[in-house]
Structure formats: C-alpha cells, structure tokens
C-alpha cells in the first residue's frame, strides 16, 4: 500500500528555520527515516512538498486512484485552508495530520485546525518523531484495511459456494 507524505508552506526551511521550535533536522532527513520506515513495513512511500495552497490542493486530488493514504503537515495552511480541508474530504482517503510543535502551546491561532475534522487523526508536537508516530499509525490503518477486505472476500467465496 502506498502513502503519501504532503509537506506545506516554509517545511523545506526545516533545520533553517526556527530551530528552537522545530529543531535542527531539515526535511530531507525526516523523508530519509520515513522511507526506511516504510521500505521495512513493505510500504510504498511519495513526497510532495510546496508553499502553493493550489498545488497541494492538485496533489491531494492526485492521490485518489494513486495512494492508499496520505499524512499531511499543511503547515500555515492547516488553519487557514478550507480548500485543502475539501480536498481531504473529497478524495475520502485515511489521512494523518502532523505538526512538528505543540500547536497547543503556542499563538492562539495555530490551535485550531481546519483539516483535523476530515482526518483519521492528528500527532502533534513530538518534533521530527511526529512524522514517525504518523507511519506507525498509517501502518495499521492499513493493516485494518486489509483485513476488511479479506473477511469480505471470504465471505463472498462462502456466498457463491452455498
């Protein structure tokens, strides 16, 4: 099953800026565990990065037919897009919300999520390990998909056989 990692606006600074926020891992490093992560679950794993609300609009849509799942850190966007709150809703895939910060322990602002309510969940403020809790919980999300489909499967085979 594939996955799809969706980095918003300012995440290619990461290890650049605010490093007593964010800390000093740049993005590449976090993709480089995440990809480990994946390639030792027999995960397929994409990563997509842009500061454009339209592209990650566009590549959230890309993901129906494409990807199984996508995790998400829409950065800024998180609490200011209903368009990729739509898009997240539309393409009606298991989506994990990630933030490397506490959301929680900083401006007001930042506290509330537009897309939190069409995601499967959202893992806050562990830093880089964050993107990690998130690969985990994809995993079993996919291992509960799989499982679905094969009781429905077997239940189908009994059907025709009776």
């Known amino acids: 099953m594939k996955v799809m990692v969706i980095q918003g606006p300012n995440l ?10 964010y800390g000093p891992m740049k993005l590449e490093e976090i993709h480089a565990q995440m990809k480990a992560f994946a390639d030792a679950n027999g995960m397929d794993i994409e990563f997509f990065q842009s500061n454009l609300e339209g592209e990650i609009v566009d ?6 037919g494409d990807a199984d799942g996508i995790i998400i850190n829409a950065g800024a966007y998180t ?3 209903i368009a990729i709150r739509d898009a997240i809703a539309a393409v009606q895939l298991p989506t994990i919300e990630v933030h490397l910060s506490n959301v929680y322990r900083r401006e007001e602002f930042r506290q509330k999520s537009m897309i ?12 880089p390990f964050s993107y990690h809790l998130a690969m985990v919980a994809m995993n079993q999300i996919f291992q509960e ?13 009994a059907q025709q056989q009776s």
């Open 12 to 21: 290619n600074m990461l290890g650049i800026r605010e490093q007593q926020i």
């Open 145 to 157: 998909i799989k499982a679905i489909k094969a009781q429905q499967q077997a239940q189908q085979q």
């Open 59 to 64: 590549k959230i849509q890309e993901c129906l």
């Open 116 to 127: 939190a309510p069409v995601c499967a969940g959202v893992i806050t403020g562990f830093g």
């Open 79 to 81: 609490h200011t897009s």
